[in-house]
């Protein structure tokens, strides 16, 4: 499994899903991967947590929104940002997937057919709005670091695309 | 302080900065929204990763050495980067120009950094690999764009990559802390990198149907702190808020 390298405790879990992320608020930061680990030693909380992207603004934000959360559930915490192994879409669960379509941004493509829609103008990213597959890419970067701009030609909503990274 | 490994992490770093600087500048002054909102998302990936450098970079010198002094408190002739990033933005073919330049010889260097055996600039490479491999398709893109599509287009990205062509020389170039470095396995030997650098380039020229420059003759100077005129206007701007007041803090 791809997420086999996290190391986490059960009692945590349930807390550190509450904190989503601030720019896809919908986005659990489980479901989008970025915790790495999360041990209880002694009487604080030791929290792993690596970015999507090394210039992500939300980043500061999460780690002090999982102090947070740690900290009403009474535990006190240390953040610390690690880069290795590096973050990869690869890491969003099924379930942060879904959470992405039904927030309007089509989830990532495998690296091969990513490459297909950004360079070579395919038309394979669906359409969050109303699942058609003739969309085309407007910007290969978007509102984020993380997205690129598409538009539909069907029903011309435009929609960001989650890029792949692997 | 092993100054050796500070001068060449800075030296990494810089260059990012001073791109990013450049890039970031671009608020708002893109020819169209999309390119806009990609030259900072660029910027943006490019401070990220100088973020990571600069921590480093502090830990090694310090004294409480922070991110940000290195960043805003060095004078110019302390900042390593190459010429070839602090090249004003003339006109949009010489922002790509510049960009794809440097992207292209971005990512053989990170490839390359990967391998190094101090772990932070390894781990800071694998990152910032993914991130660049973005910018490169961006900015190789539109240079098959501008070199194939209008006249006009076409005369000014030849220009750009003319006048750019005398700072890719000193990407290659290597200074006493490199050299130090290469042989403690922590530096990436950039000689061995330029016949892959010139082909690759050489290559997207071709297809944007634009000329390969045969100027032979290179500037250097920036990675041993001898800068072009324009870095002293852009650090102006860059340290503005620290200058005036010192200490600042967001």
Redesign the interface.
């Known amino acids: 499994m791809v997420n086999a390298e996290q190391n986490i405790d059960k009692q945590l879990i349930p807390i550190l899903e509450q904190v989503s992320d601030p720019e896809i608020p919908v986005l659990s930061i489980m479901d989008m991967g970025v915790v790495r680990s999360a041990v209880l030693l002694s009487d604080v909380v030791e929290v792993e947590i690596t970015p999507t992207y090394s210039g992500c603004p939300a980043m500061d934000v999460i780690g002090d929104d999982i102090k947070k959360a740690l900290k009403e559930a009474g535990f006190n915490s240390k953040i610390e940002l690690i880069l290795t192994p590096a973050w990869t879409t690869d890491w969003i669960t099924p379930k942060g997937r879904k959470a992405l379509e039904d927030y309007g941004i089509a989830a990532p493509l495998n690296a091969e057919a990513d490459k297909d829609v950004l360079l070579n103008g395919k038309r394979l990213v669906k359409c969050t709005n109303c699942g058609s597959q003739n969309t085309r890419m407007i910007s290969q970067f978007g509102s984020t670091a993380c997205k690129a701009q598409f538009q539909c030609d069907d029903c011309l909503e435009p929609f960001d695309y989650f890029k792949c990274l692997k | 302080m092993n100054t050796n490994l500070y001068k060449y992490i800075l030296s990494i770093a810089d260059n990012s900065l001073i791109l990013g600087q450049r890039m970031g500048a671009l608020t708002g002054h893109g020819p169209s929204l ?2 806009d ?2 030259c900072t ?2 910027s ?6 100088v ?2 450098y600069y921590q480093y970079a502090a830990k090694i010198k310090g004294d409480n050495t922070t991110e940000d002094d290195i960043a805003f408190l060095r004078k110019e002739r302390e900042y390593l980067n190459v010429l070839l990033v602090e090249q004003p933005d003339t006109n949009f073919a010489f922002t790509i120009a510049r960009q794809f330049l440097f992207d292209t010889y971005h990512f053989l260097f990170l490839e390359a950094l990967e391998k190094s055996h101090d ?1 932070t600039l ?3 490479a ?3 690999i ?2 660049v491999s ?1 910018h490169r ?2 900015s190789s ?1 539109w240079m098959r764009r501008l070199g194939d599509g209008t006249q006009v287009s076409h005369e000014k990205v030849q220009e750009a990559i003319n006048v750019l062509w005398t700072y890719t020389d000193e990407l290659f170039h290597q200074t006493e802390a490199d050299i130090v470095m290469v042989k403690e396995n922590i530096a990436v030997d950039v000689t061995k990198l330029k016949d892959h650098y010139y082909n690759t380039v050489k290559k997207v020229l071709e297809e944007a149907t634009l000329e390969v420059p045969e100027s032979k003759w290179f500037q250097k100077g920036g990675k041993e702190g001898i800068h072009t005129e324009h870095l002293g206007y852009l650090l102006s701007d860059l340290q503005y808020m620290q200058r005036t007041y010192p200490n600042m803090e967001w």
Not at chain 2, 44 to 49: A, C, H, R, S
């Open positions: 999309e390119t909102i990609a998302n660029i943006l990936d490019l401070f990220g990763q973020r990571s772990i390894s781990a800071i694998k990152k910032s993914k991130e973005y398709r961006f893109d």
